[in-house]
């Protein structure tokens, strides 16, 4: 059993984008105009991410047959989370659960009960501070639609988004950002390398194995059908990172400005990173390759943008970019694993990746911004390695539980016909393209 302690966390950074729950009794700070202006465009910037910058992102990988299903997948993914967060998903993510704090919240703000337009929240409008948390939420399931295109059927993609919701990023969420047990643990992840991309990241992993490989895996090469669609969404991604590290912040900031810094830094490392070990093994470098890289390295930047410095960035952004690239080859080349679009291999790995670089480009030494007082970078260490350790094994473990669950039923996987015609028009009656 973990004998859990509680520390404050001394950087400033950290205190805003981790304390979400102010203490009960406290005294609620005054509305804040700057700060509510900033994470009003912040919480705009994290949704442009998933619609259109992750929907077009995807939607160019896949053939073009099934370009408009992926699409699809995220816009309803959307709708659906924005929903039962409302209903439930936000109360029992940031409010206290009283006795079982440590593991989840209450019913308290279902419905957003209680709140007005003037209730607020560690200074801003609790309204907004819902809103900016929901597009996280959003996200969050929607990456793992990268694991799964071509072979799914839709009602799965529905019913499984709702149930991961609840089962494994509301509980997650409420651990580390809600004032939960891995919070009180000392974890530390910024805008969410646990909750957003090691949670998707591993249930990407149970869903390539769950559903299976598409019909051509890996005998023939699937191609992108579009990579400047692809790259569109991918810059729409970049701009839209900025809301989500920056933003994370919680304030219009120093902190937030240097989130903002680390996160291009980061970027653009790991994307000439992932073009160079390409260039040198390929002998070409690919756009779609690029872009990738550039994912890679605002994943792996996401847990630590609060607490690295530039040269930090930097660290991260080549290792994001050069280990996502070798696992990438690993788990299609040798493993034949077909997480179709490498959900696992660029936000999985680059999250957790991330979560432990925390405990050394956080160091002053490095540019970073120190840990709590009295915390040595290895005892930060032990922490980020405890969160990512459960996070993972709980991530894995629920989302194989629900796809096994509609597996079961016989409502996971279309028909070969159906896959073979592909799902534009066999699930949604559209085709991206007119050919004729």
Not at 36 to 42: D, N, R
């Amino acid at each position: 059993m973990i004998v859990l302690t509680l520390r404050r966390l001394a950087a400033p950074a950290l205190l805003l984008s981790l304390a979400a729950v102010p203490a009960l009794g406290a005294e609620e700070k005054p509305l804040d105009a700057a700060n509510t202006a900033w994470i009003l465009t912040a919480t705009a910037l994290v949704l442009f991410m998933t619609m259109p910058g992750l929907a077009l992102f995807y939607a160019g990988l896949v053939r073009a047959r099934n370009a408009l299903s992926v699409v699809m997948h995220c816009v309803v993914i959307a709708a659906l989370v924005s929903l039962l967060w409302l209903i439930g998903g936000y109360s029992l993510a940031f409010t206290d659960g009283g006795a079982n704090n440590a593991w989840i919240g209450s019913f308290d703000r279902a419905f957003m009960a209680g709140v007005t337009a003037e209730t607020l929240k560690d200074g801003l409008p609790e309204a907004l501070f819902f809103m900016f948390q929901m597009t996280f939420a959003i996200i969050t399931p929607a990456l793992i639609v990268g694991a799964w295109p071509e072979r799914i059927r839709f009602g799965a993609v529905v019913l499984f988004s709702a149930l991961w919701l609840f089962l494994v990023y509301v509980p997650v969420c409420h651990w580390i950002w809600g004032g939960g047990w891995l919070f009180n643990l000392g974890v530390v992840d910024f805008a969410g390398g646990l909750v957003v991309h090691v949670t998707a990241g591993m249930a990407a992993i149970a869903a390539a194995i769950m559903v299976g490989k598409r019909r051509d895996f890996p005998h023939e090469p699937l191609l992108p059908h579009n990579p400047g669609m692809t790259a569109t969404g991918a810059g729409m991604l970049w701009v839209g990172w900025f809301g989500f590290n920056a933003g994370s912040a919680l304030a219009a900031s120093g902190s937030a400005g240097m989130a903002m810094l680390v996160t291009h830094v980061s970027a653009a490392c790991g994307a000439l990173t992932w073009m160079a070990i390409e260039w040198l093994r390929y002998g070409r470098p690919s756009l779609v390759g690029i872009v990738t890289g550039l994912i890679a390295g605002l994943a792996t930047i996401t847990p630590a943008a609060g607490v690295a410095g530039p040269a930090g960035a930097v660290l991260i952004g080549f290792c994001g970019g050069a280990i996502c690239f070798t696992v990438t080859a690993l788990l299609k080349q040798k493993y034949k694993l077909d997480d179709s679009l490498d959900v696992f291999a660029v936000h999985g790995v680059g999250g957790a990746l991330g979560i432990l670089l925390v405990a050394i480009v956080g160091q002053p030494g490095f540019g970073g911004t120190g840990f709590a007082e009295g915390v040595t970078a290895l005892m930060q260490f032990k922490a980020q390695l405890i969160g990512l350790a459960v996070t993972a094994a709980w991530s894995g473990l629920v989302s194989w539980g629900i796809f096994a669950v509609l597996k079961a039923s016989g409502n996971l996987r279309v028909s070969e016909e159906d896959e073979s015609d592909g799902l534009d028009i066999t699930t949604h009656g559209e085709r991206a393209y007119d050919l004729r």
